[in-house]
């Protein structure tokens, strides 16, 4: 999405938040053990020109989550209904643990993760995807209302996609991610999709040149 | 030509409406008479009483929605903001059953509305943006004469109660030929509304859920939205955004200079930024020359998908009509078109368009349109299009293209019109419409106007 514009730190005043900065980062590793104090020190001028360099500014995405550039992060940690780790890991295994077929149709996907934890009691899950994360959940309830509830059913008080309850489950269970890497926040899947098209195209307009 | 409200009283249903139309304000399924004439007031309340007051006497002169196709009475209707609502004394448990976006005001959701740069609410004109906005009364006639008739029953109502305060008012009107303030014929495409006693026009697509438009319904889910309590207020009630455009009319026509020599070929680039000619032609039915007469025809203007043109060499991929209603388009992004339909009610205000306005002068004349959009869930309808299909392209693969007549266009905008060999991408494409001021209203059934009026 476009409206939210990528903020960048501004320039005047860089190099004395940079030493503040390098001196907080000394101040937190006090306490650390001796490898890490030793591994900060080797870091540290990297640290600080990454820190110097005006960057793109991870925001809040919404209610909950954090957004970098065009993207979105959901973290989440559910408790899992009795029986539903069972039913869930066999569905997903009965997939392959590939759920590319239903994902691709969402457009908004970059990816997302179901991962098992504490004993089958709880679930992660993760993904990173286009815009605010709230945006289309009404298209997916009207679209896809069955796909998403085959999966959320293994949650412990899922209500279904189709109450008004659902956008308040998810929130209740976000977290928000502290720390986050995308390689290319400005592109869109939309973006990724259309730029492989036209990396096809120049190709074979280039074969047929070089022929 | 007959006029539109005879097409569609032609149209009628041999289903009854199985709406509760007489507890409907008109306004939600009566469209503008053409041409149309009318009236905006902004009203504040300054004490609950008089706020009572006004609502009892204004209440019998609101229109229903009963015989809702025929528009040859003038007719009132009223909104009521939050701010309107807390006013007139609404209990505390029934102000927070209404969505939060609403509570908060349009001023306040500028973020999630893209409303930045020349669009923040702080270059906004005055009432607009502060929460002085209680109540809006607006009139919509079909002649001069009529419209002050309307409007002397409305001002008999708030001008003689103590406590209230006009804020501001703004007459409105189609220009000449019926054309918004670029120079366009415009309200054409409106949502079909299941149960409404009327066949859809051809073109409109099947009939879309109540609920999606008015509360107490199913919408398009199976279920009905979330509805502001105690039920006789939610009821039959809907949400009304208003939003106040300034078309920038010098801008407009320099872009158009700079990018058609001639006079055909800036009117084709006028047509690809909308997808519809001027007159209403839609480029899908006349792609290559204007037909003013298809333009006229509310039987024809509209009855077209874009199965034939699935690369957008007629209607551009980013032009207004094909975002507002992509209608079979195939979209990047997993939508449900029809959960994301208005219905429209932009009224004309100011100095009728000139194609000869050139200056910078001409993009401040005052002009423009207090546009209006009525929906069960405005707010969040309002929030999804700006994002999504007005400053975005990405859903329907015009990368981060916007909307070029109502998008908020960063420097270096650009507008890719597909074509063979090669697309043209025009550069330089500018605001052409500033937003100067916005509000959220609750529409409420007559019922509540009466529960309101009443409460103790």
Same mark, same amino acid.
């Given at each position: ?77 559910v408790p899992l209904a009795p029986g539903g780790a069972k039913r869930l890991r066999a569905f997903l295994k009965m997939l392959d643990g590939n759920l590319s077929g239903g994902a691709d149709k969402v457009g908004t996907l970059h990816d997302m993760r ?98 | ?84 609502? &807390?006013?007139?004394?609404v209990p505390h448990d029934s102000l927070q059953s209404f969505p939060e976006a609403f509570r908060v005001g349009m001023a306040a959701r500028a973020g999630q509305l893209g409303d930045e740069g020349a669009n923040d609410p702080k270059h906004w004109d005055l009432p607009f943006g502060t929460a002085e906005i209680h109540v809006g009364v607006s009139a919509f006639a079909d002649s001069e004469e009529q419209r002050r ?62 609920? &999606? ?6 919408? &398009? ?236």
């Amino acid at each position: 999405m476009a409206t939210t514009t990528t903020q960048t730190q501004t320039g005047s005043k860089q190099p004395a938040d940079a030493q503040q900065k390098i001196e907080a980062f000394r101040a937190l590793f006090a306490d650390a053990p001796e490898l890490g104090k030793k591994a900060l020190e080797n870091v540290i001028a990297e640290l600080k020109s990454q820190v110097s360099e005006p960057r793109a500014k991870v925001e809040s995405a919404g209610r909950v989550g954090a957004r970098l550039g065009q993207r979105s992060e959901l973290t989440m940690i559910v408790p899992l209904a009795p029986g539903g780790a069972k039913r869930l890991r066999a569905f997903l295994k009965m997939l392959d643990g590939n759920l590319s077929g239903g994902a691709d149709k969402v457009g908004t996907l970059h990816d997302m993760r179901f991962v098992f934890i504490d004993n089958d009691t709880r679930m992660l899950f993760a993904t990173s995807f286009d815009g605010d994360w709230d945006v289309y959940i009404d298209d997916f309830v009207t679209k896809i209302p069955d796909f998403l509830d085959v999966i959320d059913s293994a949650w412990e008080g899922w209500p279904g996609i189709r109450s008004p309850q659902a956008k308040d489950y998810l929130v209740k269970h976000q977290i928000t991610a502290e720390g986050w890497y995308a390689a290319h926040p400005d592109l869109t899947v939309a973006d990724i999709t259309r730029l492989k098209h036209i990396g096809q195209a120049v190709d074979e307009f280039l074969d047929k040149l070089g022929n | 030509m007959a006029p539109v409200k005879e097409i569609v009283a032609s149209n009628l249903s041999t289903r009854a409406p199985t709406l509760e139309l007489s507890e409907i304000q008109a306004t939600v399924l009566r469209q503008r008479p053409a041409p149309y004439f009318g009236t905006h007031v902004l009203l504040r309340i300054d004490d609950v009483r008089a706020g009572r007051e006004l609502l009892r006497r204004l209440t019998p002169h609101i229109d229903s929605a009963t015989s809702w196709w025929s528009a040859d009475n003038p007719w009132l209707f009223v909104g009521i903001s939050y701010a309107g609502l &807390e006013a007139l004394g609404v209990p505390h448990d029934s102000l927070q059953s209404f969505p939060e976006a609403f509570r908060v005001g349009m001023a306040a959701r500028a973020g999630q509305l893209g409303d930045e740069g020349a669009n923040d609410p702080k270059h906004w004109d005055l009432p607009f943006g502060t929460a002085e906005i209680h109540v809006g009364v607006s009139a919509f006639a079909d002649s001069e004469e009529q419209r002050r008739r309307v409007l002397a029953i409305a001002r008999e109502q708030y001008e003689t109660v103590s406590g209230i305060s006009v804020l501001g008012t703004q007459d409105f009107g189609a220009q000449p030929g019926d054309l918004n303030p670029l120079g366009y014929k415009d309200g054409i495409d409106q949502p079909p509304i299941e149960g409404s006693g009327v066949e859809p026009l051809p073109g409109q697509g099947r009939p879309i859920k109540a609920g &999606e438009f008015i509360l107490g319904y199913p919408g &398009e889910a199976g279920v009905a939205l979330p509805m502001p309590q105690p039920d006789v207020l939610g009821r039959n009630g809907t949400y009304v955004g208003l939003r106040k455009y300034q078309s920038r009319v010098g801008a407009f026509n320099r872009f158009l200079r700079a990018n058609g020599s001639t006079e055909a070929e800036r009117e084709l680039l006028a047509a690809k930024l909308v997808g519809r000619w001027r007159s209403g032609a839609p480029l899908t039915l006349a792609p290559n020359v204007d037909n003013p007469a298809l333009g006229a025809d509310p039987r024809r203007n509209n009855d077209f998908n874009y199965a034939n043109d699935p690369l957008g060499r007629q209607v551009p991929f980013g032009s207004h009509i094909r975002r507002m209603n992509p209608r079979d388009t195939e979209l990047s992004r997993l939508t449900d078109v029809n959960i994301h339909r208005i219905i429209r009610r932009g009224t004309t205000y100011g100095t009728p368009y000139d194609p000869n306005a050139l200056s910078e002068e001409a993009d401040e004349v005052p002009r423009g349109a207090y546009f209006l959009f009525i929906s069960a869930k405005a707010m969040a309808t309002i929030e999804f299009l700006q994002q999504e299909w007005i400053n975005d392209g990405n859903f329907i693969g015009a990368g981060n293209e916007r909307d070029p007549i109502i998008g908020l266009q960063p420097d270096g905008a650009t507008f890719t019109i597909p074509k063979e060999p090669v697309r043209r991408r025009v550069h330089g494409i500018d605001t052409f419409n500033v937003l100067r001021g916005g509000e959220y209203f609750f529409m409420p059934s007559l019922s509540a106007l009466k529960w309101l009026g009443e409460r103790e």
